[in-house]
Structure formats: structure tokens, C-alpha cells
């Protein structure tokens, strides 16, 4: 008799393909079953027939071949094929049987399926899953969260999948309970839209502000992925500006229009809930909203003559700009990820966190290894930049780091992402800011109070002001 598998994959697009067969290769007995069975048939005649890899033709058939307790890997579309899913499911599983949500699902969804499917005697995992293609074969960076005793049950499958950091350990930890796991994925894809927006600028404060031609650019890339900046994106941000297509390099032949699938929005959404400002990814979100309309830009390029001029600084400036924005970018993140843990009860460990994203992830860095070092230190720093490695690196950028953006205002380059995460480094190093304008503002004409400067925090006056 055939023995029965460790794990059911649902859903075989890149992703989830790609987890089969890594589950696979890690000695995992892998079922798999995809709505569309030419998917899973055209699956199973590559690769993973190789590896026994068994098929199913439906979901009932699925789960007669598991394993008891069971383990189901869904890795389909957010929202509500998850659900669906979710509902097929439970017609069948038993209970202490475990489903795990490998998608990029909103917390908040997490935290609602969780409870359905605990009220039905089966355990739920939402996991954030980052690496791309590339990590989901050969070793991803997993964030799981939700129902204790289901991390307990696929700690060891999991561990044996997930990418290794430098120090040889497996970049996956239990997170914590409820969304905490897609939490902190959305956190990580904001982030991600902040490096990758921070990069985007340099290149183009290079291209167009110092007329540099791609492959030049690349070259400093190149350059810099040998230092403190060494990162998955700064490697492959090389490596896209030395294609050519024809003799022309390629970058410069692709329409200069971003997409973007939530979660950048949703992190941005989730700061203002939370009262904790991520301001840089705010900005590379709006820019990529900006870029997707080029025919709005096209037409004010043609009423709006642009700055003459070329910008007045060298590329070791430009990147002092962006590590010290990447800090402010990072800081923002993991502020938010402390806020989140304080509101839902939580307890991250954002040690443990920078520690998974070391490698497998697409934000994975040496810089990484400075913030696990940092939140190992001192595991209730209140502010990443707090930490004396990284305060004394935004203090040495900071000439730089102004003159390229004061440098870029003036010859119309635009630099969200610098600007803001300078206007944030400014901000929150004020002592005094001009928000006591703000509530006067607000007292005059609505009666919403104030507190003084001369009292306790938590007095509030109302003042009755000459309105005339």
C-alpha cells in the first residue's frame, strides 16, 4: 500500500509549484491538487513525477491521501478563493488537522479565518512567504503566525524548506498568534517598496541629473553591492542595467509605468490605524501611482519646462542618501511592527525577525545582520536609530544626504523617498514642532482643546478666542 503524504499543496503557479518540489527534495511525501488538472498534469510530467509527487483531481481525493493529522498548504489567490477553500476544506478535514495560508492575505483576514476554523476543531496558519520563485524552490523566508499547536505540528517541515542566513540557521520562526505572520509579511513587502524605490532614485538622480549612460550606472551598483549596501536588489539592479536589447540597453526601453499589488498600500493603511508614520513607503507607493499614468506626465512635460542644470554631486553622495533613507525606511518598519505587537498583544521579537529576513526574502542584506544585531542587544530599543551603529551613520550621511536632495530640488529631479525620510529624521528629532499652531487651529474653531507646555500631559484647556 502506497503510503500516505506529510502535506497537500493547493495551487501549482509559480509559487506553489515551486514549494512542492523544495518540500519534496527536504524528503516530504508531497500531494498536490490545482482546479485546472492540465496544470497538474503538465506539473506532474516534469520535475516532480521524478520525485513522487502524487495528484489529485479534487479536494475530497486531496485529503484521502494526507496523512493524519493533516497538513494543507494553500497557495492560491488572496481574498476569496482562500475562503472557498477554507469551506471545501472543512467538509473533509478532522479535527487537530491543520490548514496553512502560504498567500499574500491581509491580517485582518487572517485573524477572521482563524477563529472560523479553530470554531471548527482545525488549526490555522497564515504565512508570509517572500523569496519569489527563486526562494520558494531553493529556500524562502517564511513568517508563520496564527494557531500555536499548528506551528508545533509543521515546525520541523518548515525549518527543513526555508533558506539559511550566514550563521547556518533556517530563516523561519514562529512569529506569533492571529495575523501576526502576514503582519509583518505586509511589513516586509512595504519595506520592500521603500528599497526599491530608494534604488530607483539613485538611478535616476545618475541617468538624468548626471547624464551617466546605464551600463556606467550599473557599474557603481556594482560597486556598492560590495559594501554596506551588498542586498538581493542592489545585486540584481546591476545586473538589469547591463542588458542590452540591440545595442540599446534594456532598461531604457521599458515603459516607466510600476505596478503594485496592495501590500504596500495595505502597510501604509496600517500605519495610519496605528498611529505610526511610514512615511517613506507611503512615498514609493504614491510614485508608483504617479508612474502608471505616463500620459498625464506627458502632458504636463509639455506646458512645464524642467530645471536647467546638472546636479551638483557625486555618486558617493547619492549613495549616503540612500543608506540613510534605507535606515529611516527600516526604522519606520520596524515601529510599526512594535506598534502592531503593543495594539494586538503580539510579542514580537524583532530580533528574530530582521534574523529570518537575512536570506531567501527579496529585502534580504547584510544590513539585516546590523538590525538583528542591534534588537539582540537590546531587545526594547525604542527606536532603530536609537542604536549607536546606526545613529553614527546618519550622523556621517547627513551633509550628504541634504546636499542631494536640496541638490535634486534644484535641477528637478524628483525624490520622494529622500525628501520625505529627511523631513521624517528632521521631524522627529524636534523638540519643538509647529503642531502647538495646529491645536490652536483646532481649539479656535472647533473646541477640541489643548494641553500646555507649563502642565501635566493629559490637562486639556479650552481657550475662547477673539474670532473677529
Not at 519646462?305 to 558617493?316: C, M
Not at 514642532?433 to 493629559?458: C, K, S
Request: net charge negative; aromatic share 8%; charged share 25%.
Amino acid at each position: 500500500m502506497t503510503q500516505k503524504a506529510d502535506i497537500g499543496v493547493v495551487g501549482l503557479a509559480v509559487m506553489g509549484a515551486n514549494l512542492a518540489l523544495n518540500l519534496a527534495d527536504m524528503g516530504n511525501r508531497v500531494a498536490v491538487y490545482n482546479r485546472t488538472d492540465s496544470v497538474t498534469e503538465e506539473f506532474l510530467a516534469g520535475e516532480a513525477g521524478e520525485k513522487g509527487v502524487t495528484a489529485a483531481y479534487s479536494i475530497e481525493e486531496l485529503v484521502g491521501l494526507l496523512e493524519a493529522p493533516r497538513v494543507v498548504l494553500l497557495m492560491v489567490k488572496a481574498g476569496k478563493p482562500v475562503d472557498f477553500l477554507i469551506s471545501q476544506l472543512s467538509d473533509f478535514l478532522e479535527d487537530g488537522d491543520v490548514i496553512i495560508d502560504g498567500g499574500n492575505s491581509l491580517y485582518q483576514d487572517t485573524e477572521r479565518r482563524r477563529r472560523i476554523v479553530e470554531d471548527r476543531g482545525l488549526l490555522y496558519l497564515g504565512m508570509g512567504i517572500s523569496g519569489g520563485e527563486e526562494g520558494a524552490r531553493h529556500g524562502p523566508s517564511l513568517m508563520p503566525g496564527g494557531s500555536p499547536a499548528a506551528w508545533e505540528r509543521v515546525e520541523v517541515m518548515l525549518k527543513g524548506i526555508a533558506a539559511r542566513a550566514p550563521d547556518g540557521s533556517p530563516c523561519v520562526a514562529w512569529i506569533g498568534e492571529g495575523g501576526a505572520g502576514h503582519f509583518v509579511k505586509m511589513v516586509h513587502n512595504g519595506i520592500e517598496y521603500g528599497d526599491m524605490q530608494v534604488i530607483a532614485e539613485a538611478y535616476d538622480l545618475m541617468r538624468r541629473g548626471l547624464g551617466m549612460g546605464a551600463a556606467e550606472i550599473g557599474e557603481a551598483f556594482s560597486g556598492w553591492n560590495e559594501g554596506r549596501l551588498r542586498s538581493y536588489l542592489i545585486e540584481i539592479t546591476a545586473s538589469i542595467l547591463s542588458e542590452t536589447d540591440d545595442g540599446t540597453p534594456l532598461v531604457d526601453l521599458i515603459l516607466d509605468a510600476a505596478g503594485q499589488k496592495g501590500t504596500g498600500k495595505w502597510t501604509v493603511m496600517s500605519s495610519m490605524d496605528l498611529a505610526q508614520p511610514t512615511t517613506l513607503v507611503g512615498e514609493a507607493v504614491y510614485a508608483r501611482i504617479v508612474s502608471s499614468v505616463p500620459e498625464r506626465r506627458a502632458r504636463a512635460a509639455r506646458i512645464f519646462d524642467r530645471p536647467i542644470g546638472s546636479l551638483d554631486v557625486a555618486t558617493e553622495a547619492i549613495e549616503q542618501a540612500l543608506y540613510a533613507s534605507k535606515i529611516i525606511s527600516y526604522a519606520q518598519g520596524f515601529g510599526l511592527m512594535r506598534a502592531a505587537s503593543d495594539e494586538f498583544g503580539w510579542d514580537l521579537d524583532l530580533g528574530t525577525i530582521a534574523s529570518i529576513w537575512r536570506a531567501g526574502c527579496i529585502i534580504r542584506a547584510d544590513f539585516l545582520e546590523d538590525i538583528t544585531a542591534a534588537y539582540r542587544a537590546n531587545a526594547e530599543l525604542p527606536e532603530m536609530f536609537e542604536n549607536d551603529f546606526f545613529a553614527s551613520a546618519l550622523n556621517d550621511a547627513e551633509i550628504a544626504w541634504r546636499r542631494v536632495v536640496a541638490s535634486a530640488v534644484e535641477v528637478g529631479v524628483p525624490v520622494p523617498a529622500y525628501s520625505s525620510a529627511l523631513a521624517y529624521f528632521d521631524s522627529v528629532r524636534s523638540e519643538r514642532l509647529p503642531a502647538n499652531l495646529i491645536q490652536a487651529q483646532r481649539d479656535l474653531f472647533g473646541a477640541h482643546t489643548f494641553e500646555r507646555v507649563d502642565r501635566p500631559r493629559g490637562e486639556f484647556f479650552h481657550h475662547e478666542w477673539d474670532k473677529s
